[in-house]
């Protein structure tokens, strides 16, 4: 079982940085495959980036490429996303999730543990 609690969101401006944060809980933090998905109000939840267990391969959304720089750290457990020069449009509820595998995956069914959400919001 993992429990995943995301932090870091808030209310930026069009073109600020705002890093969220990850925290897992459990002892096979570096065996899991996790991603950053997101969530606009009345749109299904999106891929947004993902990195394997040892943090070697990451793959991001077209939609933020060279905007966000997905990392994790898994001596302390924990998973980022570096988001800079953010739009409007990237005003979403993020997740994290987790994957019972080293492998990247870039759908929502494909991962088997969920954070709560952070909300971020973007002023235009």
């Known amino acids: 079982q993992v429990q995943l609690v995301e932090s870091g969101g808030g209310l930026v401006q069009a073109g600020g940085s705002l890093r969220l944060s990850c925290a897992a809980s459990?002892?096979?933090?570096?065996?899991?495959?996790m991603g950053w998905f997101r969530q606009a109000p009345g749109k299904e939840r999106e891929f947004v980036a993902a990195?394997?267990?040892?943090?070697?391969?990451?793959r991001s959304a077209d939609s933020v490429k060279g905007r966000i720089t997905i990392s994790r750290d898994n001596a302390k457990n924990t998973l980022y996303l570096q988001m800079n020069s953010l739009e409007p449009e990237d005003t979403a509820v993020y997740y994290c999730a987790a994957r019972s595998t080293y492998y990247i995956a870039l759908r929502v069914l494909d991962y088997d543990y969920w954070g709560q959400g952070t909300q971020v919001t973007v002023s235009s």
């Open positions: 990195i394997s267990g040892s943090g070697s391969s990451t």
């Open positions: 459990g002892r096979t933090f570096s065996r899991n495959a």
